[in-house]
C-alpha cells in the first residue's frame, strides 16, 4: 500500500533504442499526474544518439548522469550507472524503477532498484535467445533483470511463456505489446526530414531500397565483413536497387563496412540518423537488412520484410509469423535469402502483408493501467495484447 496518493516513478535508460522505447511510455505516464509522479533520469551511455531521441519527443530529463567515455568498456558503463543511480534514488525514494531491456543502464538501474529494496518494472520483458553469448551481453542483462524484477511487462504471449519458464511470478507478468510500435506509428505520421543525414531523398527515387543496419558486437570480425560482402554482390546483380546503410559509430563497424561497400555508385553511407529519419527510411524501403532487435519490430509494422542478419534471434514470432526470416551472417545464405524475395513477388507479398506480431500502438497505455492496477489505484488490470495470429 502506498504512503502517498500517486506513484512515484522512476524511469532509467541511456541509449537511443531505450529512449524510443521508453518515449512513449514517458508521455503516457505524464498524462496521468494525479496517478504518477514521473522522475526521468538518464545515464546517457550512448551521448549524441540519446540526445537526438530526446529532442525528438520534446523529454527533458530530471537527472542527466552523463557516464559515457570514448571506447567505454561493460565494466566502466556498469560501475559508473550503479553509482549514479544510488545517489538519484536515495534523493527522490521512488515506488517503482521502470527500466527497458537489456541495455548496461538497464542492468544497472535493476540493481541500483534491488540494492534500495524498491519495486522493479522491467519493459520488453522475456526475450530470449537461450544463448547467453547470443547476444552479448544483451542476453544475460534481460535474464539478470528478469530476476530482479517485480512487473514484467512482455510484448507477446510467448515471452510471457518464457518468463514462467524460469519461475516469474504470473501475477507479476502483463502482455502489452510492444512500446517500439507506439513510437514507430506516432513518428511515421510525421512529416520526412529535409535531408537523410548527408545525402538526398531523391536519390530513393525510382529504385528499390534495401536499408541496412549492423551493430552487433558479436558480429565484428569476420560475419561482418561476410554481410557486407553479401551486400555488395547483391547490390551488383540487381541495377534498380539502392542500398542505403546508416553506419554505426563503433570503429570496428565502420572501419569493414568502408572497405567493402565504399565508392560504389549506389551504395549510401551514412552517419548514424536520427530516429524520425530512421523510421522515413524503413517507410522508403523495399527491403530492410538488419541485427537490430528493433527494426526485427518496426520494419514489420511498416509493411516491410526484414532479413535478420544473425544467426539466432530473441524474436521468434517474428519467424512463425512471416515478417521475418533468419538469414544467418554467411556469404551465402545472406545472398539466397535476399535473391528469393527480389526475385519472387509472391513470396514478398507474402512477407509485406504478414500481421505484425509485435504491436498495436497501444502497449504504452497497459503498462500504464498495470502500474495503477498493482499499485491499486485501479481496479482492474489491462486486456492482454493479443495479435490474433496464434
Known amino acids: 500500500m502506498l504512503e502517498r496518493e ?3 516513478i522512476a524511469a532509467v535508460f ?4 531505450e529512449a524510443v522505447k521508453m518515449a512513449p511510455l514517458v508521455s503516457e505516464l505524464s498524462l496521468r499526474p494525479d496517478l504518477f509522479e514521473l522522475h526521468v533520469i538518464v545515464t546517457a551511455q550512448h551521448r549524441e544518439m540519446l540526445d537526438q531521441v530526446l529532442d525528438i519527443f520534446s523529454i527533458a530529463p530530471e537527472y ?5 567515455r570514448e571506447r567505454q568498456s561493460l565494466t566502466g558503463i556498469l560501475t559508473r550507472a550503479l553509482t549514479g543511480l544510488e545517489s538519484v534514488f536515495a534523493k527522490i525514494s521512488p515506488d517503482l524503477v521502470l527500466v527497458h531491456g537489456d541495455t548496461s543502464t538497464t542492468l544497472a538501474a535493476s540493481l541500483a532498484s534491488f540494492y534500495a529494496q524498491v519495486k522493479l518494472g522491467h519493459v520488453e520483458a522475456g526475450l530470449r535467445s537461450q544463448d547467453k553469448y547470443n547476444p552479448f551481453p544483451e ?3 534481460r535474464k539478470l533483470t528478469a530476476a530482479l524484477a517485480d512487473l514484467h511487462f512482455a510484448p507477446t504471449a510467448r515471452q510471457r511463456k518464457n518468463l514462467e519458464a524460469e519461475s516469474i511470478d504470473p501475477s507479476g507478468i502483463f502482455v502489452t505489446g510492444n512500446t517500439v510500435i507506439d513510437a514507430l506509428l506516432r513518428t511515421a505520421l510525421t512529416d520526412r526530414p529535409p535531408t537523410m543525414g548527408e545525402a538526398d531523398w531523391s536519390r530513393l527515387d525510382g529504385r528499390r531500397v ?3 543496419e549492423v551493430h552487433r558486437r558479436e558480429n565484428l570480425g569476420r560475419p561482418m565483413l561476410e554481410i557486407c560482402r553479401a551486400i555488395r554482390q547483391i547490390v551488383d546483380e540487381y541495377e534498380d536497387l539502392l542500398v542505403v546503410f546508416p553506419v ?3 570503429p570496428e563497424v565502420r572501419t569493414a563496412v568502408r572497405s567493402v561497400l565504399s565508392n560504389h555508385d549506389r551504395v549510401v553511407l551514412l552517419d548514424p540518423v536520427d530516429y524520425r529519419t530512421m523510421v522515413h527510411l524503413i517507410k522508403s524501403s523495399y527491403l530492410v ?6 527494426l526485427q519490430e518496426e520494419a514489420p509494422a511498416l509493411g516491410k520484410p526484414v532479413l535478420v542478419l544473425r544467426s539466432v534471434t530473441e524474436r521468434p514470432e517474428g519467424l512463425e509469423a512471416g515478417t521475418l526470416r533468419l538469414a544467418g551472417v554467411e556469404y551465402g545464405g545472406i545472398l539466397e535469402c535476399a535473391r528469393q524475395l527480389l ?3 509472391n513470396e514478398y507479398a507474402r512477407m509485406a502483408t504478414a500481421i505484425n506480431p509485435y504491436g498495436d500502438g497501444q502497449a504504452s497505455r497497459r503498462i500504464a493501467d498495470a502500474i495503477a492496477y498493482t499499485f491499486n489505484l485501479s481496479s482492474q488490470p489491462p486486456e492482454p495484447f493479443d495479435p490474433g495470429i496464434w
Not at 14 to 17: F, H, Q
Not at 64 to 68: A, S
Open 289 to 294: 537488412m538488419t541485427d537490430s532487435g528493433g
Open 210 to 212: 534495401i536499408l541496412v
Open 248 to 250: 554505426h559509430r563503433n
Open 6 to 8: 500517486r506513484v512515484r
Open 64 to 68: 542527466d548522469l552523463g557516464i559515457m
Open 343 to 345: 526475385d519472387d513477388a
Open 14 to 17: 541511456g541509449t537511443r533504442p
Open 139 to 141: 542476453e544475460m542483462n
